[in-house]
């Protein structure tokens, strides 16, 4: 069965302290070399077969229950191989 995966990342401009904290945590284990890390969320919806109406519907999922618009981004929705 088809897996559509949806990806939603914090925008940019906002701070992520998650993901400053990993980034302090590898920097202390010597792996300074990693500037930066974001963390975001992964969505996996299986489905029984993809069509554009399916992926058009999960696009309206993502943008209006798995983001918050207004601090985070839906980055992709793809398609699992």
């Not at 701070?15 to 010597?30: E, F, N, Y």
């Not at 519907?57 to 985070?72: G, H, R, Y």
């Amino acid at each position: 069965m088809p897996t559509i995966v949806v990806e939603v990342m914090p925008k940019a401009v906002l701070l992520d302290p998650q993901g400053k904290a990993v980034t302090g945590a590898l920097h202390r284990q010597g792996k300074s070399h990693f500037e930066e890390v974001r963390i975001g969320k992964r969505f996996e919806l299986t489905v029984a077969e993809v069509t554009p109406a399916i992926l058009e519907e999960v696009q309206t999922l993502a943008e209006d229950l798995f983001a918050n618009l207004v601090i985070e981004d839906v980055v992709s929705v793809t398609v699992a191989e």
